[in-house]
């Protein structure tokens, strides 16, 4: 029994902050999202409760690997890399466990990846800002396909986005899932931090891969969250990307802090600035004014959630309107989440279609002309 005060609050904030939606939705098995909750009400740390779950998902990943079932084993291997990413969450970077959970959530996604298609490879990226580390992804028998870089939020882990990445896979994109600086492996083994040229550093990354002689012509960028800020603001910072995808986002991340001052905790570490109120006025000076955005000349799709409360829904629509792109659309869920974690897979579909139409289509045989004229959408909820 956990004996430290406070911990069945604790526990019921993680439960809030990791609920089941986006758990199951970004790759961990819905099983051990249960045995997880179950755990931790029962005053189990959620570190070593989810820690314990990956050990038993690498057993099941070598069991697999022993008999031949190869497929099976890396399916193993991710769910291992989920449960040890979802628990080093809550630790602090002073904290050793989370660099040692981290470590394992890693090579957990490495030892998936070396084992079936799509072809896996880590990436580090000398950039501006610092090193941005990454999964290259590059779809099977698709020669010089084009790239997306999917990028996180305040916490930034970019194995949480593999299931959507799976879906541009599918449909013969590469994917560079990225820890952008400040976060995840970047922030914690390179040191690189989010500074006010964080924008260049994504263009190097636009500009690496289109060097790639492996890849094709053409880069998109894909945020979530606060990464949807960051995707916005790489991509009317140059012609590196070809289209831009904000799930999410806001003109100004701060935003976060007016209703939960307490998430200063998430700034300070992607920042590099341990006093709270340094950090909360470093954090102001990150905006998408509309001068800015009238520089995102690309095709643009912005999707958000009507209720979620930690980018509110105006402040994604006004990065939506003030964008300069002839070619860009809205889709919102009356009852979304943050990030629409509840809609998943028809969250899914959509940006892999949307990409494919405006990256891809060559790939199929016949190219998509992107609309000249602003489009506008509303997904509605299933009644």
Not at 117 to 137: F, K, M, N, R, Y
């Amino acid at each position: 029994m956990n004996e430290t005060p406070g911990w069945k609050a604790a526990a019921e904030a993680h439960k809030r902050a990791m609920p089941v939606q986006r758990l199951v939705g970004n790759g961990m098995n819905f099983a051990d999202v249960s045995d997880l909750y179950r755990s931790v009400d029962s005053g189990r740390p959620w570190d070593e409760a989810a820690e314990e779950l990956g050990e038993q998902n690498l057993a099941r990943a070598a069991a697999a690997l022993a008999v031949g079932h190869t497929t099976t084993a890396r399916d193993w291997y991710l769910l291992a890399s989920a449960c040890f990413r979802v628990g080093q969450v809550p630790l602090t970077d002073t904290e050793p466990r989370k660099r040692e959970l981290y470590r394992k959530l890693i090579a957990a996604f490495g030892a998936a990846g070396a084992l079936t298609q799509p072809v896996t490879e880590h990436l580090d990226i000398d950039t501006p800002a610092g090193i941005v580390s990454g999964w290259l992804l590059r779809p099977a028998a698709v020669q010089h396909p084009p790239t997306v870089v999917i990028v996180g939020g305040f916490d930034g882990w970019r194995e949480e986005y593999h299931v959507g990445a799976t879906y541009l896979l599918d449909r013969g994109i590469a994917v560079f899932l990225a820890d952008g600086p400040g976060q995840g492996e970047s922030r914690l083994f390179h040191g690189s931090r989010m500074t006010p040229d964080v924008d260049q550093a994504f263009v190097t990354v636009a500009d690496t891969l289109l060097a790639d002689d492996r890849l094709g012509d053409r880069v998109g960028i894909w945020g979530n969250s606060m990464g949807g800020f960051l995707a916005a603001l790489a991509a009317s910072a140059g012609e590196g990307f070809a289209a831009c995808c904000v799930t999410g986002g806001t003109v100004r991340p701060a935003e976060i802090l007016d209703r939960y001052p307490r998430f200063t905790a998430k700034v300070r570490p992607l920042l590099g600035i341990d006093d709270p109120e340094q950090a909360r006025a470093a954090m102001e000076r990150f905006r998408l004014t509309p001068e800015r955005l009238a520089c995102l000349r690309v095709p643009l799709l912005v999707l958000h959630g009507r209720p979620d409360q930690v980018f509110l829904i105006e402040n994604a629509r006004a990065l939506f309107d003030a964008a300069g792109s002839p070619d860009k659309r809205w889709a919102e869920w009356p009852d979304g989440d943050h990030c629409v974690y509840n809609h998943s897979h028809e969250k899914h579909v959509l940006v892999a279609d949307w990409f494919a139409d405006r990256l891809a289509a060559h790939l199929f045989g016949s190219l998509i002309s992107p609309p000249t004229e602003e489009v506008s959408s509303v997904v509605e909820s299933p009644a």
